[in-house]
């Protein structure tokens, strides 16, 4: 059997695996395999740096091929891995070549969900996933320009902020009662809501999408302004429509090969799928979470991706440990930073915690039976300091008392200790 790791998805997981097993000792062959041109790099800043600096800066690096190639790593770029043979331990490659794997590990991600009106695609919709997504929506951020967004949820409202900070009037579109209705409790959605209200957002809620049409001459370059008609009759017209509906996890390569599938690559507690050999790591990656009785979830952030990455890589080199990291979410947005911990919908009740001066506001999700299992802030910076003491909490399985959490004059930090400890620091 080949001495050969092989790694298909050159994006965060993938990229963190590859340098994990590096960092682990694994002295074989590691192939990297990536669809796009450019070497590993952040994605979180697409919807941020790279839509408000002065220049379109070049994705910041993951790794490069310089450092890849020190690191006796194989980084193939704009290559597509195109069938895995799981009994024979090989994958075919677009070019035709074929590599031998002892251990393969499907790091695909998602692909954007495409925007569907009476099951066709509106020409002219941009969405964001990659770089070159980037630099066509930050070509149409032109200060007075209309851009419709489709979709509240973090990308969708993190381009909001973006366009505003580049001078363009916004309206965003939802089909849900409420922005953010995935991943973050409602007393946090009405707080982003009332931000960027603040800054001149403008919001369609409850909305439905009859049609999105253009409305200049092929002539005059179709699709560079739209015209969008909602349910109830109203129409909007503006410069760009950005699609912001979620993503779809990547799991074509492991259906052909035979892998289970359910709501992503099926895999274990150890990230291996159904096949022994075979691992998974994140966007594309569903897992049971012992945190929340082995609830099998689908993450899509950037700490997740890393967590898995190094995770899986340790798995591929024989580690038998449960992926069992809390998930933790960031999203910035004007001044304010966002962070969630743990899984919101897993609260049975919330408690709240907003600090004197009404910048940091905390929302705490306890189970039925008072153990904390989430906790999402949204104010200044130094809110992270209070998540990250959440985020212990939560991994320790502990229950608070809710009046402490409520009171702003206690350190979540000293919740931590048992109170013997704490009565001593």
Same mark, same amino acid.
């Given at each position: 059997?080949?001495? &050969?790791?092989?790694?298909?998805?050159?994006?965060? @997981?993938?990229?963190?695996?590859?340098?994990?097993?590096?960092?682990?000792?694994?002295?074989?062959?590691?192939?990297?395999?990536?669809?796009?041109?450019?070497?590993?790099?952040?994605?979180?800043p697409?919807?941020?740096?790279?839509?408000?600096?002065? @220049?379109? =800066?070049?994705p910041?690096?993951?790794?490069?091929?310089?450092?890849?190639?020190?690191?006796?790593?194989?980084?193939?770029?704009?290559?597509?891995a195109?069938?895995?043979d799981?009994?024979?331990?090989?994958v075919?490659?677009q070019?035709?070549?074929?590599?031998?794997?002892?251990?393969?590990?499907?790091?695909?991600?998602a692909?954007?969900?495409?925007?569907?009106?009476?099951?066709?695609?509106?020409?002219?919709?941009?969405y964001l996933?990659?770089?070159?997504d980037?630099l #066509?929506?930050?070509?149409?951020?032109?200060?007075?320009?209309?851009?419709?967004?489709?979709g509240?949820?973090?990308?969708?409202?993190?381009?909001?902020?973006s =366009?505003r900070?580049?001078?363009c009037?916004v309206?965003?579109?939802?089909?849900?009662?409420?922005?953010?209705?995935?991943?973050?409790?409602?007393?946090?959605?009405?707080?982003?809501?009332?931000?960027?209200?603040?800054?001149?957002v403008a919001?369609?809620?409850?909305?439905?999408?009859?049609?999105?049409e253009?409305?200049?001459? =092929?002539a005059m370059?179709?699709?560079?302004?739209h015209?969008?008609?909602?349910?109830?009759?109203?129409?909007?017209?503006?410069?760009?429509?950005i699609?912001?509906?979620?993503?779809?996890?990547?799991?074509?390569?492991?259906?052909?090969?035979?892998?289970?599938?359910?709501?992503?690559?099926r895999?274990?507690h150890? #990230? @291996?799928?159904?096949?022994?050999?075979?691992?998974a790591?994140?966007?594309?990656c569903?897992?049971?979470?012992?945190?929340?009785g082995?609830?099998?979830?689908?993450?899509e952030s950037?700490? &997740?991706a890393?967590?898995?990455?190094?995770?899986?890589?340790?798995?591929?080199?024989?580690g038998?440990?449960p992926?069992?990291?809390?998930?933790?979410f960031?999203s910035d947005?004007?001044?304010?930073?966002l962070?969630?911990?743990?899984?919101?919908?897993?609260?049975?009740?919330?408690? @709240?915690?907003?600090?004197?001066?009404?910048v940091?506001?905390?929302?705490?999700?306890?189970?039925?039976?008072?153990r904390?299992?989430? =906790?999402s802030?949204i104010?200044?910076?130094?809110?992270?300091?209070?998540?990250?003491?959440?985020?212990?909490?939560?991994?320790?399985?502990?229950?608070p008392d809710?009046?402490?959490l409520?009171?702003?004059?206690?350190k979540?930090?000293s919740?931590?200790?048992p109170?013997s400890?704490?009565k001593?620091?």
């Amino acid at each position: 059997m080949s001495r &050969n790791m092989v790694i298909i998805g050159a994006g965060q @997981a993938g990229a963190r695996a590859a340098l994990e097993l590096r960092e682990q000792g694994w002295k074989g062959g590691i192939s990297l395999i990536g669809r796009e041109a450019h070497p590993p790099y952040e994605r979180p800043p697409l919807s941020k740096d790279a839509m408000v600096g002065e @220049a379109a =800066a070049s994705p910041a690096a993951i790794i490069s091929k310089a450092s890849a190639a020190e690191l006796g790593i194989e980084l193939a770029t704009n290559t597509s891995a195109m069938r895995i043979d799981p009994s024979g331990h090989r994958v075919l490659l677009q070019d035709g070549r074929e590599l031998g794997y002892e251990r393969l590990l499907l790091a695909t991600g998602a692909s954007s969900r495409r925007l569907l009106i009476g099951g066709k695609e509106p020409a002219g919709l941009l969405y964001l996933r990659t770089y070159p997504d980037a630099l #066509l929506i930050r070509d149409r951020l032109s200060a007075g320009s209309r851009i419709v967004i489709v979709g509240a949820g973090f990308t969708g409202l993190e381009l909001a902020a973006s =366009a505003r900070q580049r001078g363009c009037e916004v309206v965003v579109l939802e089909a849900g009662p409420r922005i953010l209705m995935r991943g973050v409790s409602a007393e946090i959605a009405a707080d982003v809501y009332a931000l960027h209200r603040a800054q001149g957002v403008a919001f369609e809620l409850g909305v439905g999408i009859k049609a999105i049409e253009p409305i200049e001459p =092929a002539a005059m370059g179709i699709g560079r302004r739209h015209l969008v008609k909602l349910a109830d009759g109203r129409t909007i017209e503006c410069d760009a429509v950005i699609a912001g509906i979620g993503a779809v996890p990547d799991t074509s390569l492991a259906e052909s090969a035979g892998l289970e599938i359910e709501n992503g690559i099926r895999a274990s507690h150890t #990230l @291996a799928t159904s096949d022994a050999d075979i691992f998974a790591a994140g966007d594309c990656c569903s897992f049971p979470h012992p945190l929340y009785g082995g609830r099998r979830i689908r993450l899509e952030s950037w700490r &997740n991706a890393e967590d898995q990455g190094a995770h899986a890589a340790a798995a591929m080199l024989g580690g038998k440990e449960p992926y069992a990291a809390v998930p933790w979410f960031w999203s910035d947005q004007y001044d304010r930073t966002l962070q969630v911990s743990g899984l919101s919908d897993a609260g049975a009740t919330t408690v @709240a915690r907003i600090a004197e001066d009404g910048v940091n506001r905390l929302f705490f999700g306890l189970d039925e039976g008072g153990r904390l299992v989430s =906790a999402s802030g949204i104010g200044a910076a130094n809110i992270a300091k209070d998540i990250k003491a959440a985020e212990l909490m939560i991994q320790r399985r502990l229950v608070p008392d809710p009046a402490l959490l409520a009171r702003p004059g206690i350190k979540l930090k000293s919740l931590l200790l048992p109170a013997s400890e704490e009565k001593g620091a």
